[in-house]
């Protein structure tokens, strides 16, 4: 959003209705603010009232630059108290993060709003976010089906289709409904990535490739599986050919690695990498996604290398994601030794860091690991 959002001049308007501030959740120095704002999916949007510095409005996700208006309207109408009461008291429940209880207040607010109505297509998103972090997984995946021909004409096409598929392929196996959910919700995959894809997000475009694909994994069809990362590797080689600046390029890394990695095709991606590392020498992503490039090359003494140059550069919790890359590569290396030695480094970071950018669970899990190395 950075390089695509909120570089638009559409939003320079709404510099008279919010005070803008963008927080580094990763910054050691900003793990007060977190503390108060709790932010779980990142990105996450908060509207904040000025005078009781509670949130009133919360959006999880990406958005387009006409869904980002949107969200703002919305977001100074719960400022100004003018939605309607069933809306506002699910918005304020979602702003709360308490989505097991905002899910139900969202499918009562739905009752009446109307498809044509300017807040049906956030209403809907919020909801399918709720359910899905509350695991109603069945009730996310008809939700999605229900919503989404209404919304098949706008940019949360592709959103509601990934969520409904995803929520659908996340049903336990042997639910009678599985099957007919995950079908309706692949349907309305395929229609969004072979039609035309002009205002839709294009990282809502990448995530359905990547969910067809797992679609067809589960179905045990391995050939069509293969088919949908190839096409989800063309897809995002081909938006990266077209972006206009090396930011806007180098959002694609991160789907290009996976996918090519899971083509078996590391290769495929390295050049890209090595662009992006060159364009953005300050930034750790580029030599960390290296580094995972080259795991899987089996090259391992080129990936350590590019992974100490992302420690270097890494930094509050993803500097853990950094860690995590080098036990997994001194393992495969079969230096267990030195796998070792970089958990108990990682276990000794992560107890150094700010209560609110680590949880005990992650520290927890890191502990239990260096104890089964021993």
Known sequence: MR?????????????????????NTEKKENAALLAR???????????????????????????????????????????????????AEADRLYADGKYAEAAPAYEKALETIKPEAPSYT???????????????REDCAAAARDAYPHLKASPSAAGVA?????CALGMKDGDPKKAELVAANAAFAKEVVAGPKTGLAADDVSALYGSLAEERESARDEAGSKKWLEEWAAYLEGEAAKAKTPAERTVFDAHRTSVCIALGQPARVVPALQESEKDFPGDYNPPQRLAIAYGA?????????????????????????????????????????QAKK??????AYAEGLPKEQVSDRTIAAIRKQLEAAN
């Open 342 to 347: 970089t958990l108990g480094e990682m276990l």
């Open 122 to 136: 956030r209403a809907v998103e919020s909801l399918l976010f709720s359910l899905s972090t509350a695991g109603r």
């Open 297 to 337: 090359m089996k090259k391992y003494d080129e990936a350590l290398a590019a992974s100490d140059r992302a420690m270097a550069l890494a930094y509050g919790p993803r500097k853990l994601v950094v860690y995590r890359t080098r036990v997994d590569l001194y393992a495969k290396k079969g230096d267990l030794a």
């Open 3 to 23: 390089a695509f959002v909120f570089t638009d001049k559409a939003l320079g308007r709404q510099a008279g209705r919010f005070v803008w501030l963008s927080i």
């Open 37 to 87: 704002y709790p932010v779980k999916v990142w990105p996450s949007f908060f509207v904040i009232d000025p005078v009781a510095e509670k949130v009133i409005f919360r959006y999880v996700g990406g958005a387009t630059t006409p869904q980002m208006l949107r969200v703002l309207d919305d977001g100074q109408k719960a400022f100004r108290g003018t939605a309607g009461a069933a809306l």
């Open 162 to 166: 990934g969520s409904g598929l995803d």
